[in-house]
């Protein structure tokens, strides 16, 4: 916790003034005694201020070193401290609101669920409804609170919230739904770390953290704790300005985007998944490069890094498909924008007007210094990715505003990053190019679980899936 010491103005004054002297209510000073003389005399003196001066030491530091509790209509949480070394601005008190979540039946996309195509067995609800844009999903079972699912949220050019949705008796349908924080930038990033209890929240261009949300959630008091960690995390990119978050390994980490569509990015951490280290005060370092857009990344069980690309798509000489792509260890770089890859597999180098030293030359060999990606699709839009088992992961596809009638769809692809197929479609009409959902990201609902969680920007929605072996 960060000390706040007040000074002000000190006057001094002497306890004998020299006019007492003159009116002579003060006698004479006899002649100075020897120093060795002097010094016995004020001995006792100069003993009670020694021990005076230690104690006002010591209350200092008792007062810096101790963590206070405000209180409100409950008792409001302590305020968190700074790793060693970093200096953040104090956490600001922010007010939950509470409500009944929506679900089942009170949400229209229940009425649409017999539209989805799924294999044998497999079942579909609507989890909670009536959210504002949810994009991200952070899922936590919480002693004394239940299954946790934290949402992030962004629209275009409107202030956006941050959720925790809670199933409290963890049957598959939420109870209630915890506003943590509103009017923020584009807080698509969410990521709950459990041995710190936090959550973290990566904005436009800020990374989050707020404490105190156990409390929160078991209604011991109705605050959060914000604490700006950085202003400028991210940087300031003209558009696409939202970000992945994920904690690993003790460090978090994001994604940034290139900030266009086709461009020679403009900063060095963009088109990048970027390590945010607390060791280093959260000051980005760049793990993964040339990367035109990940909005969904995980790690594997090898500590390998495993991300969805959404490929640019403006240029007519280039057919960019997305990709999932494997990054074994830091200082990869996947070749944007120099390099994409075509229809099947084809590894070519980018038309680019803005670099005039590249040409497009299908399979030029000047890609082959840059990692490849493995394409599933024109235009499909693969956002969120996570690990449904360790032989398979799923994957959300958004599907591309305004292009073909292509994704809105959850696949599946080998952890080997073979053998991908569409898993469960039916949430657009093919012919009239019209959708009712728009899958963001996937998650499971639960360690070891059956159900996995996929959240709906379009519709408000986030759907259980389950499956049972």
Known sequence: MVATVETGETTTHDDIELDDYKSGEVAVEPAPLPFRARLIKYRRIIVALVVALLLVIIAAGVTIGVVTNRTDEAA????????????????????????????????????????LSMPAGMTAAVFAC?????????FATIPGVGDVVFVGSRKYKTNSTVYAVVDADSDGAAESVVTFDTNLDQPNGVAWVEAEGALYVATARRLLRYDA???????????????????????????????????????LYASNSAGCDHCVPAYPDAAAIVKLDPASCYAPTVYASGIRFSVGFTFGADGSLVFTNNAHDSIEADEAWDTVNRATSAGANFGFPYCYVGEGGTWNETFNDQ?????????????????????????????????????SLL??????????????????????????????TGFINTTSGVSWARPVDVQPAAAGSDAFLVSDDKGGAIFRFTQPA
């Open 76 to 115: 409001e949480p302590a305020e968190p401290s700074s790793p060693p070394g970093c200096m953040y601005p104090a956490a600001q008190t922010i007010t939950v609101q509470r409500a009944n979540a929506k679900t089942g039946s009170d949400c229209p996309s229940t009425a649409r669920l017999p539209e």
């Open 130 to 138: 009536d959210l504002f844009s949810p994009r991200q999903l952070s």
């Open 213 to 251: 949300v156990v409390g929160t959630l078991k209604g011991e008091h109705g605050v959060t704790l914000r604490t700006v960690l950085s202003a400028t995390a991210f940087p300031p990119l003209p558009t696409l300005q939202w970000h992945y978050l994920v904690a690993h390994g003790g460090a």
């Open 355 to 391: 670099a005039s030293s590249i040409t497009y030359n299908p399979g030029g060999e000047m890609c082959t210094q840059y990692e490849q990606g493995v394409p599933i699709g024109f235009h499909v839009a693969p956002l969120g990715i996570s690990f449904r088992d360790a032989d």
């Open 395 to 424: 994957i959300a596809e958004r599907g591309a505003w305004g292009g073909p009638p292509v994704g809105h769809q959850v696949s599946t692809i080998r952890s080997d990053l073979t053998g991908y197929t569409p898993l469960i």
